[in-house]
């Protein structure tokens, strides 16, 4: 979405490239679902503001400038392959983009400070995990160590499996760097994957100690701390959807 600025409106920037990823029906879903949220909003406004939706679609070059030319205060969930010229204007402007929606290698590097990325959390990432293997896998493990992130990858991976009414992962806890590989791994026997979340040396001690038919899923932050790593699926918070990197 995006300010207007000088009408204090607001419009939705589906900085798109339709024709860029080659998938112009989803996208056009995407632009008529944000105009159903929009339309809920524009009758009340924000704050009495009147809100406006104006989609413009980055296969066309200038996408950017021509809003930031329109007098826009923020735009909203805009499709990019990576850091943009017209990022300069968005720092020097005070113009904020938030939630941007990555489609290439490089579209969370760099960029103006007004970019605002939105990842989710590990408990979110847990979910999206379990939500992901439910498809296939009956028997989950968890491994994480005892802090807030650890606390709300475990507690993501219980509720999700709850949900899908899938048998109630085994949880194994550990105080940071103090993980004991061996117990650990002998409490989680039946499992088919199991979801961790803590050190690269934990992850390592881990891995030798689970069957070699057991799968690992991690955070994206663990990727490259194991070798070799063809037992770990990692997950990457840069898009939100179902599917694990």
């Known amino acids: 979405h995006v300010v207007a600025r000088n009408q204090r ?8 490239c339709l024709d860029w ?19 809920e909003y524009a009758a009340g406004g924000i704050h009495r503001r009147r809100l406006t939706l104006v989609p ?14 329109s007098g826009v205060l923020a735009l909203v969930a805009s499709f990019r392959p990576g850091p943009e010229v017209a990022d300069a204007r968005l720092d020097a402007e005070g113009v904020a983009l938030v939630g941007p929606l990555a489609v290439g290698e490089d579209a969370s590097e760099g960029g103006a400070r ?24 009956r028997s989950l ?13 475990a507690a993501g991976a219980s509720a999700e499996a709850a949900r899908r009414a899938l048998a109630a992962p085994q949880i194994v806890r550990y105080l940071p760097d103090a993980l004991e590989a061996e117990p650990a791994a002998k409490a989680l026997a039946g499992a088919q994957v199991v979801l961790f979340w803590g050190g690269p040396g934990e992850l390592g001690g881990l891995l030798r100690a689970l069957p070699r038919e057991v799968q690992v899923v991690a955070p994206s932050m663990l990727l490259g701390a194991v070798e070799p790593a063809e037992r770990v699926a990692f997950i990457h918070p840069g898009l939100l959807g179902e599917e694990m990197s």
């Open 114 to 137: 007004t970019i605002f990325h939105l990842y989710p959390g590990p408990e979110q990432q847990s979910r999206l995990a379990v939500q992901h293997l439910s498809r296939s896998v």
């Open 141 to 153: 493990g968890v491994v994480a160590a005892r802090s807030r992130a650890g606390d709300a990858w």
């Open 9 to 16: 409106q607001n419009a939705a920037h589906e900085d798109g």
């Open 21 to 39: 990823i080659g998938r112009r029906q989803p996208v056009q879903r995407f632009l008529l679902c944000a105009r159903g949220e929009h339309d």
């Open 56 to 69: 413009e679609d980055s296969a066309r070059p200038g996408a950017t400038a021509r809003l930031l030319d």
